[in-house]
């Protein structure tokens, strides 16, 4: 079982960047896939980018191709993702997910384990 913590969300005016930070516990962190997903309010949860267990494979929701990056340190139990070029759309609680073994899935009920959240603001 692993037990995760994002951080990192703060308010960011449009344009600007940010960058998440996702901490794992437990010793098995490698053998998870690890997704990134956000919920505004009133909205569904959505798929925003995941890595495979090596950080070979990613995959990302059209919505943030070729603005968003996501990467992992398995040494430091620690998954992230790099915001660039932020949109008011952009605004959310974002939260990542792990799933033992797995894909880079972009279905949130595939994934067991959650985070709590973190919130990202952009400004207009």
């Known amino acids: 079982q692993v037990q995760l913590v994002e951080s990192g969300g703060k308010l960011v005016q449009a344009g600007g960047s940010l960058r998440l930070s996702c901490a794992a516990s437990?010793?098995?962190?490698?053998?998870?896939?690890m997704g990134w997903f956000r919920q505004a309010p009133g909205n569904e949860r959505e798929f925003v980018a995941a890595?495979?267990?090596?950080?070979?494979?990613?995959n990302y929701a059209d919505s943030v191709k070729g603005r968003f990056s996501i990467a992992r340190d398995n040494a430091k139990n620690t998954v992230y993702l790099q915001m660039n070029s932020l949109k008011p759309e952009d605004t959310a609680d974002y939260y990542c997910?792990?799933?033992?073994?797995?894909?880079?899935?972009?279905?949130?009920?595939?994934?067991?384990?959650w985070g709590q959240g973190t919130q990202v603001t952009v400004s207009s």
């Open positions: 997910a792990g799933v033992v073994g797995g894909n880079v899935y972009y279905t949130s009920r595939l994934y067991n384990y």
């Open positions: 437990g010793r098995t962190f490698g053998s998870y896939t």
């Open positions: 890595i495979s267990r090596s950080g070979a494979m990613t």
